[in-house]
């Protein structure tokens, strides 16, 4: 199968060659990368275009586009423009074990039901010049073995429990995919649920990168106002809308009852928001709780709501 790698960087100039070295020693070389760079004010550029060169790199490449189209909409512009059958989305800031697109790619090529594999991840944050471990939603779920299982739809199904980073998926699965995306819909999200609704999600427990984490990640800024978080929970309306029509095309009557309940949790935590109803809340906390992906978040709802209110 052939393997594609799409990088998408902007203003990476501090970590984006480890990046690249990480890459170009794999063990099992990618046919294909493609880096896209929106609108770096940095030596972004320069950086990848002098990496090329000095390691005569075929079948690498940058585009740098035309405006700065933002992350989101440069990963699924990039994704689509790759050729492979194979498709590793890459951050301009990790670094990739040596290994990891031989042993993702063995395990996709062996089994035919998966669309999507995600593998584990060693997390690190950047302070000053070194690093400090962290932790967080992911790295308490994680194991350290090479282990693979199937990940199957429930009613915390929406949430997404890896990084795009980690993932690789079948050229398909981004086939279908661009059937049920909208604007500002992220690629590793768009790509975990898909997958799981599909019934090809799977998870791979080695740790395949080094996640390195800083406050210019896109993946470390928070949001923790009401408007806000009315803004992702009408987001989380229209993600299920787009599922519940994927359930219906595929005939999968037991994935549609999932999602609508799912649907109804949305529906409830935004007239929650809207009207500061207690009774709201008592059914949240009563009924709906399992539908948290955290005990923590669940309780944010009421401080948020009743801080505000």
């Given amino acids: 199968m052939k393997v594609s790698i799409v990088l998408c960087s902007y203003n990476g100039e501090k970590y984006i060659e480890e990046q690249l070295d990480s ?9 294909e990368v493609i880096i896209f760079d929106y609108r770096s004010t940095d030596r972004t550029v320069k950086i990848v275009q002098d990496f090329i060169r000095k390691y005569e790199l075929s079948g690498w490449s940058i585009e740098v586009n035309s405006e700065n189209k933002g992350w989101k909409r440069n990963f699924m512009e990039g994704m689509q423009k790759a050729s492979g059958d194979l498709i590793f989305p890459c951050d301009q800031d990790d670094v990739w074990m040596r290994n990891k697109i031989e042993k993702m790619s063995e ?4 089994n035919n039901n998966i669309l999507l594999l995600t593998a584990n991840y060693k997390s690190s944050y950047v302070c ?13 779920r994680n194991r350290d073995d090479e282990s693979v299982w199937k990940i199957e739809a429930d009613k915390k199904g929406l949430y997404i429990m890896r990084p795009g980073c980690v993932m690789a998926f079948r050229r398909e699965l981004l086939d279908l995919c661009l059937r049920y995306c909208f604007d500002e819909y992220p690629h590793d999200a768009l790509l975990w649920r898909t997958a799981v609704i599909a019934g090809g999600l799977y998870r791979y427990e080695y740790p395949c990168i080094v996640w390195r984490r800083h406050e210019d990640n896109a993946s470390g800024q928070k949001e923790h106002q009401v408007n806000q978080r009315l803004e992702n929970i009408c987001y989380y309306h229209e993600v299920c809308d787009k599922l519940i029509q994927l359930a219906k095309d595929k005939g999968d009557q037991e994935k549609l009852v999932l999602l609508k309940k799912i649907k109804k949790f949305w529906i409830l935590r935004k007239h929650f928001y809207e009207t500061r109803s207690i009774r709201d809340a008592v059914i949240l ?4 709780l399992g539908y948290y992906l955290t005990l923590k978040m669940a309780l944010g709802d009421l401080y948020i709501v009743m801080r505000n209110k």
């Fill in 23 to 31: 890459l170009r020693v794999q063990t099992r070389a990618a046919d």
């Fill in 107 to 110: 395990i996709i090529e062996k």
């Fill in 128 to 140: 000053g010049e070194g690093y400090r471990k962290v932790s967080n939603v992911f790295t308490r």
């Fill in 285 to 288: 906390m009563t009924r709906y």
